[in-house]
């Protein structure tokens, strides 16, 4: 049988706990996970695409786990076929993110019709969790201890803190 084969794409800036949820779900479905880091300068990220891509690295662990991470710019469907996956994942947070994430899953269909958007959701304590809280809540001194793995504190703080601040 072929191997089944997702790509879980993202901006990833930086990778969190939620994500990490979804990796773990998702390496228990499929035979491989293709960890897709979004380049669009256009965002302006925090971290560059090396850097998280770095971070996800150690997050997820090397040798042994069936995750690899890569970058990506263009359409997805595209790097879908690329890597010879089947199925994109995306995590489901809020009711919110539920429209926009119906549009992309039916454009892409049209685009490529085999290739199936697969939606997980996390834990519950990661439901309202996002990239973009993790830095707004760092910039302000708040505690991210549980919510962001260890090397993203790290990267966080030379960033954000660099001269040690609290
Ligand atoms: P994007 O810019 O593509 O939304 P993100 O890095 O914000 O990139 O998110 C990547 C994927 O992870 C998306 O499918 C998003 O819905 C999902 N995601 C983000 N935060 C969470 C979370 N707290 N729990 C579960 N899934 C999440």
């Known amino acids: 049988m072929s191997q089944r084969i997702a790509v879980y794409p993202g901006s990833f800036d930086p990778i969190h706990n939620g994500h990490l949820d979804i990796i773990e779900r998702c390496r228990v479905i499929f035979d491989e996970v293709v960890i897709a880091v979004l380049h669009n300068e256009g965002k302006k990220p925090l971290f560059s695409v090396e850097e998280r891509i770095d971070a996800i690295r150690e997050a997820v662990g090397g040798e042994g786990t069936n995750c690899r991470v890569e970058s990506f710019s263009g359409l997805l469907v595209d790097f879908v076929d ?3 996956a ?17 549009q992309m899953a039916l454009m892409n269909r049209r685009l490529n019709p085999r ?6 959701m996390p ?8 990239s973009r809280l993790v830095k707004e809540v760092f910039s302000l001194g708040g505690k991210l201890e549980g919510l962001v793995p260890d090397v993203v504190l790290r990267s966080l703080e030379a960033r ?4 040690g601040r609290a």
């Open 115 to 120: 290739v199936e958007t697969v939606f997980l």
């Open 123 to 130: 834990k519950q304590d990661y439901i309202y969790l996002s």
């Open 160 to 163: 954000l803190r660099p001269d």
């Open 86 to 102: 089947q199925a994109v994942v995306r995590g489901l947070r809020a009711v919110s993110d539920f429209e926009y994430e119906m």
């Open 82 to 84: 690329r890597v010879g």
